[in-house]
Structures are given as structure tokens and as C-alpha cells.
T-cell receptor, first 113, second 114 residues
């Protein structure tokens, strides 16, 4: 069945460092891919998405490219800030008109000043 | 921010008691979802609804039931709570079931079963 695998965390970086969080997926067909972010004590919110191969999603300095050949959707940011400290979830949209999402296990990012 | 509220926000209950969690939306979105969040598992879908009185199971539906009698409310019931159901529960809504549609999440309910 469909699944999403994220790199294990936590990830600890210094401010202004480069961030990569790896995400790979297994799916039949061509799902949409998402990154959601969860700040402490809050629900998830959409960070970015890509709906077809080679699409690049971007928002708030974060980027991810839908790579069909490597079944990956890695999240990157060139210079992280303390305010980026959160849990990041990679997710895929299951094909079929249900809107169901399958989430990875989440990666905790801590950015130190 | 999408208008989604969850109640209660925190609950402690004893094993074997019934528990109902409520999700309320003011967006008139057709699709609603219940997830549970556990360390190491991310979010897992419990049940979802694609319209009033139209519901279906997710991947971890055992021990849970849902009801949706109005567009704005989606109830999750634990018929007889167990310690394995201690978790944080999130409700989400979506305008459509299409692949590219965003889900909007509520603030969550932290449930502890003792």
C-alpha cells in the first residue's frame, strides 16, 4: 500500500544553517505530495505542495521538488531561523476522490541561536 | 485561519468509559477527518466523512465510531476507552476530496485514558 518515509529526527541546527529533511514515498499512480508543519501546541498547517512530477512547491523560504524517478520530495531551506523550530510532516494524497492523506512519522527540527 | 474548533481540548478518563470528541467547522467544507497523533507514527486516519451521514473507515478505525448529522459537526466516539487510545486527536476539513486540496487542521484534543 501507499506509504511515506521521513528521515529520523530530531534535527538540530544553528541559525542560518542549511536544512534538508528527506522524504520518500511509495504509491500507485501519481499522488500529490505535501509538507505540513506543526508548531508547538498547535495543529498542522500546510507549508507547501506539489501535484505532479517535477513541480516545485515553495513557501516561506522552504522548497521541495516532486521527483518521480527517485520517489522523493525532500524539504530544503537555505537559512533556517529559530522560528522554524517545529515538527515537519511529509504526506501524500491518496488517489481517489476521498482527500485522504498518508503522513510520514514527522521530523522534529530545533534551531539554536 | 480556518474556522475549526475541537472540544474538549483536554480530557482524562478511565478505562472502559465512553468518550465523545467534537469537531465543529464554520467553513461549510464537505470533507472532515479524524486523525490520531502518536510518537513515531505521525498522523493516522481514524475515520472520515464526505458529506452529512456519509462516513468511511480509515487505517486505525477499530474501537472508534463517528457520526455526522450536520455539515458543521463531526463526532468521534470511543465506545469503551482503552489505554492504547491515549493520544492527541486532530480533526481536519477539506473543501474537496480532490488530490490537490489542502486539509485544515483543528487545534487538537489531548486524551488520556487511565
Amino acid at each position: 500500500g501507499d506509504s511515506v518515509t521521513q528521515m529520523e529526527g530530531p534535527v538540530t541546527l544553528s541559525e542560518e544553517a542549511f536544512l534538508t529533511i528527506n522524504c520518500t514515498y511509495t504509491a500507485t499512480g501519481y499522488p500529490s505530495l505535501f509538507w505540513y508543519v506543526q508548531y508547538p501546541g498547535e495543529g498542522l498547517q500546510l507549508l507547501l505542495k506539489a501535484t505532479k512530477a517535477d513541480d516545485k512547491g515553495s513557501n516561506k523560504g522552504f522548497e521541495a521538488t516532486y521527483r518521480k524517478e527517485t520517489t522523493s520530495f525532500h524539504l530544503e531551506k537555505g537559512s533556517v531561523q529559530v522560528s522554524d523550530s517545529a515538527v515537519y510532516f511529509c504526506a501524500l494524497g491518496v488517489i481517489g476522490n476521498t482527500g485522504k492523506l498518508i503522513f510520514g512519522q514527522g521530523t522534529t527540527l530545533q534551531v539554536k541561536p | 485561519d480556518a474556522g475549526i474548533t475541537q472540544s474538549p481540548r483536554h480530557k482524562v478518563t478511565e478505562t472502559g468509559t465512553p468518550v465523545t470528541l467534537r469537531c465543529h467547522q464554520t467553513e461549510n467544507h464537505r470533507y472532515m477527518y479524524w486523525y490520531r497523533q502518536d510518537p513515531g507514527h505521525g498522523l493516522r486516519l481514524i475515520h472520515y466523512s464526505y458529506g452529512v451521514k456519509d462516513t468511511d473507515k480509515g487505517e486505525v478505525s477499530d474501537g472508534y465510531s463517528v457520526s455526522r448529522s450536520k455539515t458543521e459537526d463531526f463526532l468521534l466516539t470511543l465506545e469503551s476507552a482503552t489505554s492504547s487510545q491515549t493520544s492527541v486527536y486532530f480533526c481536519a476539513i477539506s473543501e474537496s476530496g480532490g488530490l490537490s486540496y489542502e486539509q485544515y487542521f483543528g487545534p487538537g484534543t489531548r486524551l488520556t485514558v487511565t
